[in-house]
C-alpha cells in the first residue's frame, strides 16, 4: 500500500509547477469562463443554480452550461482564502490525485498488486494528465467522479451493501451532470451488471432504480439550463448538434477527423508514442480474470463517445482524456509482465529483454512528457499583453463599467479585467458594431494590437481610433475610451 503514496507524491510534485501562475496560456478560453464562473459564485452569493459568465454584455451572464460543482467547490475556497486562481489549481490536482488513487483501487481489486501500481503511476505521468489536472478547468473532478462510479458499482455488485450502491449513484451523476458525454459509462457499468447476473440484470429493480436516479438530477439539471438560455440567451453549446461539440456523418467520413485523433492527440500528445507502442502490446496480452474485460468495454464506450461527440474531440485535446483510464490499465499490464512493481529484482532477471525494453520506454515517456508540459507552459508568460491590459482598465476604468474586448472569443481579457461586457473578432469591429454597443452600456474597448491581421480589422482599428478618444496605445495593446 506504502508504494501507492509514494506515487501520489510523485504526481504531486509533478504538477506543481505554476502552481502559482493567473489563467492564461493553453486553452485559456476554457479555464477563464471556468475562474469566472468560480468568481461570480463568490461576488453574488454562491448560487451554484445560476452560474455567471461576463461576455453577455448588459444581460445577466446567466448561461446554459454544465453543473458547476467544481468552481463552486472553489469558490468556497476564495471564501475563506481570498480570491486566487491558485486554489482552482490545487483542486483540480487533489482531484487527480483521488483518480490515481481510485484507478490504483480498482486495478489491484480485479487484476493485481503490480499492474495496479503501474497503471496509476503511468497515469500520473502522461504529459496531458500533467497540464490538465492543474488547469482550472473541470476534468480532474469528471475523471476522478468516473473512476469512483466505476469502482464503487463494482463493490456493490459483489457485497451488494447499500451504501455502496448510493457511492455508485452520487459520482455517476455527478460525472454527467459535469460532462453529459460521461453517458458513456453506462457500457461498463453494465458489462458489470451482466456479468454478475446474466440475463437477470434486466429485470433486476434495484439497477433500474440506480438508472433512473442517476439519470434524474441529470435531467433536472439540463432542462433548468436550458431555461437560462432561453431567458438569458448565453449557451455553452451543449446542444449544438454539428457545431462546436457534436458529431454529424460528414465529420465521421472525414480523414482530418481519424487523423486529428488517433495520428496527432492520442499517440503525440496523449499517451507519447512509446506509451502508444505499450497500449497496443497490451491490448493483446490475454485477460486472466472475467472482470477484465471491463477495461475493453471502458475503452469502447470512450471510442463511441468520440464519434458522438466529434467536433468537440476534433477541436479540443483533452476531450479525450477520459481515454487515458482504461489505456493505462493496458499499459500498466504490460509493464506488469515486464517490470514487476512490487518485487523488481526478482522479475528482471528473468526476462533481461522485456525489462530492458519496458524501462527504455518508460524513460522516454517520461522525457517526452517533460517536453510536451513545458511546451505547453511556454504560454504561461507573466510578461503577456493580457496583464498589462488589465491593469490598464482597472487603473482607467470603474468596475461597473462595461467594456468591449477583441479576441477570438477567449474571455481570459474580461476575465483578467474583472469586467463585465463583450468578445468579439476583430473583423467584426466596425463602427457599427461599436455603436450598437454604446447603446447597451459599453464604455471601453481593449484588447492586443497583433489581433488585427487582415487589411479590413486595420482599417477597423484606424476608425476606431479616429473616432474615440485613446486612452492608452502600447506596441502590443491599446484601450480606447467610448464617448
Known amino acids: 500500500m506504502k508504494k501507492v503514496y509514494i506515487i501520489i507524491l ?12 493567473p489563467v492564461l496560456g493553453w ?20 448560487n451554484i443554480l445560476h452560474p455567471q459568465i461576463n461576455w453577455n454584455g448588459n444581460g445577466t451572464g446567466y448561461v446554459e452550461s454544465e453543473f458547476h460543482i467544481y468552481p463552486f467547490i472553489v469558490s468556497l475556497f476564495y471564501a475563506v482564502f481570498g480570491i486566487n486562481d491558485m486554489y482552482g489549481r490545487i483542486i483540480s490536482i487533489i482531484f487527480s490525485l483521488f483518480t490515481i488513487y481510485g484507478i490504483y483501487l480498482l486495478v489491484r481489486k480485479i487484476m493485481n498488486e503490480s499492474t495496479a501500481l503501474w497503471s496509476s503511476f503511468i497515469y500520473a505521468i502522461l504529459p496531458l494528465n500533467i497540464f490538465y489536472s492543474r488547469a482550472f478547468m473541470p476534468e480532474s473532478t469528471m475523471l476522478m467522479c468516473s473512476v469512483y462510479s466505476i469502482y464503487f458499482f463494482s463493490e456493490w455488485i459483489d457485497k451488494e451493501n447499500l451504501k455502496y450502491l448510493i457511492l455508485t449513484w452520487l459520482f455517476t451523476s455527478l460525472a454527467i451532470l459535469i460532462k453529459i458525454p460521461a453517458l458513456y459509462l453506462g457500457l461498463p457499468l453494465a458489462f458489470l451488471a451482466i456479468q454478475k447476473y446474466r440475463y437477470k440484470a434486466f429485470s433486476n429493480y434495484k439497477l433500474w432504480l440506480l438508472a433512473f436516479f442517476v439519470l434524474l438530477p441529470v435531467f433536472l439539471w439540463y432542462y433548468h439550463a436550458h431555461q437560462l438560455f432561453l431567458n438569458n440567451g448565453a449557451t455553452f453549446g451543449i446542444w449544438e448538434f454539428g457545431t462546436d461539440k457534436w458529431g454529424n456523418f460528414n465529420l465521421w467520413i472525414d480523414p482530418k477527423f481519424y487523423e486529428a485523433i488517433f495520428v496527432i492527440v492520442i499517440p503525440e ?17 490475454k485477460r486472466k480474470y472475467p472482470q477484465e474485460k471491463l477495461f475493453d468495454f471502458w475503452l469502447i464506450a470512450v471510442i463511441i463517445y468520440f464519434f458522438i461527440v466529434a467536433e468537440g474531440n476534433m477541436q479540443h485535446e483533452y476531450y479525450q482524456l477520459p481515454f487515458v483510464i482504461p489505456v493505462c490499465v493496458f499499459i500498466g499490464k504490460v509493464m506488469g509482465k515486464a517490470l514487476s512493481f512490487v518485487n523488481f529484482r526478482t522479475k528482471f532477471p528473468e526476462n533481461k529483454i522485456q525489462s530492458s525494453l519496458a524501462l527504455v520506454c518508460l524513460f522516454l515517456i517520461i522525457v517526452l512528457s517533460f517536453l510536451r508540459v513545458q511546451n505547453f507552459m511556454k504560454s504561461e508568460d507573466w510578461n503577456s499583453p493580457v496583464f498589462k491590459i488589465a491593469n490598464d482598465v482597472k487603473s482607467n476604468s470603474n468596475k461597473t463599467d462595461l467594456i468591449i474586448t477583441i479576441s477570438n472569443g477567449d474571455p481570459v481579457y474580461l476575465y483578467h479585467c474583472d469586467r463585465i461586457g463583450w468578445t468579439v473578432i476583430s473583423e467584426n469591429l466596425d463602427l457599427n458594431y461599436v455603436s450598437q454597443r454604446i447603446k447597451e452600456g459599453a464604455k ?7 489581433k488585427f491581421e487582415s487589411q479590413g480589422s486595420k482599417d477597423n482599428h484606424n476608425k476606431i481610433f479616429q473616432k474615440y478618444n485613446i486612452i492608452v496605445n502600447e506596441s502590443e495593446y491599446f484601450i480606447v475610451k467610448l464617448k
Open 10 to 21: 510523485l504526481a504531486v510534485l509533478f504538477r506543481l509547477y505554476h502552481i502559482n501562475f
Open 444 to 450: 471601453f474597448i481593449t484588447g492586443e494590437t497583433n
Open 27 to 46: 486553452h485559456s478560453w476554457r479555464q477563464s469562463d471556468t475562474a469566472t464562473i468560480a468568481r461570480n459564485f463568490f461576488y453574488n452569493g454562491f
Open 269 to 285: 500528445r496523449l499517451l507519447t508514442y512509446p506509451g502508444t507502442i505499450l497500449f497496443l502490446i497490451g491490448l493483446f496480452i
